[in-house]
Every structure is written in C-alpha cells, then in structure tokens.
C-alpha cells in the first residue's frame, strides 16, 4: 500500500500510545507523514522515537490538550504551518472510566465527553476543508460498547454511542465534499489503556484483575485479546483508494464479541 500514502500527511489524535500509536506507526511505515497529537510531550516523544525506526519520515508531535477547544485549535495550526495540507485524520484519543454507575462522578462523566467526543468533533470541524481539499479520509476509533451498553461501563458507551452517530452523519457530508468517513469498533486490545479498565472492573466488582480479564474473555468466546496491529491494518485499507466505495460504515475489530446483528 506504500503507493497509496507516499507523501500523505495523516493526522493522529491519541497517537502517542496504544492503538493511535499502532496506527500512526502502520501509516509511518507506507511512507506517510505522520503528525501525533496528544497531551504528554514525553509519551509523544517516545512514540515518535519508536515509530521513526521503521518509516522513512520521523513523525511530528504536538503536543495539546484535546479536552480543549484551543488544545484542538493548536493542534490545527501546528498542521497547517508545518504542512499546509491533512489528507487522513485518525480520531483515537479518549478514556473513559468503567466502574459501578453510583460512584461515577459528574466529572468523570464530563472528562470522558471532553476528550473522546468532543475532541473528535472539534478536530473535524476544524481540518474539514483540508480534507475536502484532498478528497482525503476520516476515521473514528470508537469502541464495541457504542453497540453493546455495559452497566459496568455507562460513560464509555455513552460517549462512543455519541461518536457512532456522528461518525454516521458526518459520512453524510463527507458524500458531497468527497471526504470518505468511517469508524472502527475495537474490542478488548492490549494496551495500557485496557489494563486500567480491568483494574476498575475488578474495583467495582469485587474481584481481581486476573478474574475480571478472564471472565471478559470466556464471556465472549475470545481466542485472544486484539493488538493495536489488527485495527492500524483496518485503518490502512479504510483509507486506500480501493476502500473509495466504503461510507459511513463501522467495522468492528473484536475477534466476533459484538453480539446482536448489527
């Protein structure tokens, strides 16, 4: 796929660990230009260390706080006069906590929408003409509870609900700028990020982490957990010229735990 991201500037939020870092580390390897978002200068450094080992181009890193509107505003400005073009933006920063609903408190619940959603709607906002420009791409990464509520995980599925419906109506617009828009649902993937939600699963039931990951694990019939590699080779071909045809879907990555139809 290098032919297809060769001199591409791809936007990560998020991008500095777990699967925004997959991602971005996927891109980095086509040839693309890699631009990672994300609050810590430190955890984006290190990325951007361990990335450049195998790409042609070293990523950029800027570092901002996406909670907020300016955070998001920087994170724009950094593109624009660096590259003066975005042609693929990845949406995968957020976290939100799991735990028992009565001990979730207000902001808990205004940092998970802060961040995971508003961060998301903002960063499109604000790149939209770039990438209408380039006839480029969008891809959210959301999450398996947008399609499966959880009572031990009410904010996270919230706010990944929220962001499945505006993934789907922002397709709507992406139709006539020429602008592809598409989500990915991961399940549980090895990341630092999922090691903390077992620890406030086990927390909230009573449990250990080790009987919380292995009875997430038996619930869903799951070989094994996903790696941030099985949701950056999605994000490649969602953005690939031979994915053109793909709009508005949400594909998910779980090794078949989503239950239901859809």
């Known amino acids: 796929m290098g032919s297809d991201f060769a001199g591409k500037v791809v936007v990560v939020s998020g991008g500095s660990r777990g699967i925004g870092r997959g ?3 996927a891109f980095a390897a086509e ?5 990672l978002a994300a609050s ?19 990523p950029d890193v800027c570092a901002a706080d996406l909670r907020r509107e300016d955070g998001c505003e920087q994170v724009f400005r950094f593109v624009g006069e660096r590259h003066g073009r975005c042609d693929i933006l990845v949406n995968s920063a957020g976290a939100t906590r799991a735990g028992a609903f009565p001990s979730l408190a207000e902001e808990a619940w205004q940092d998970g929408f802060a961040l995971k959603f508003f961060g998301c709607v903002r960063l499109c906002r604000l790149f939209w003409p770039l990438l209408k420009a380039t006839q480029g791409h969008v891809v959210n990464v959301i999450g398996g509870a947008a399609r499966t509520p959880d009572p031990e995980f009410l904010i996270g599925g919230a706010v990944n609900a929220a962001m499945h419906n505006f993934t789907k109506g922002l397709a709507g617009l992406g139709k006539r700028d020429g602008v592809n828009v598409n989500a990915i649902l991961p399940g549980m993937t090895e990341t630092e990020r999922v090691e903390q939600l077992f620890r406030q ?50 594909i998910a990555v779980d090794g078949g735990a989503t239950p239901g139809l859809y």
Do not use: M, Y
């Open 23 to 25: 991602i971005a580390a």
């Open 31 to 35: 040839g693309a230009q890699t631009v």
């Open 40 to 58: 810590s200068q430190a955890n984006l450094d290190a990325a951007a260390e361990a990335i450049a080992h195998n790409a042609t181009l070293r």
């Open 201 to 250: 699963r086990a927390e909230a039931s009573g449990t250990s982490v080790d009987e919380v990951r292995a009875a997430l694990i038996a619930k869903d019939g799951l070989a094994r957990l996903g790696k941030p590699e099985d949701v950056a080779a999605l994000a490649l071909f969602l953005c690939s010229e031979r994915a053109r045809h793909i709009q508005g879907t949400a």
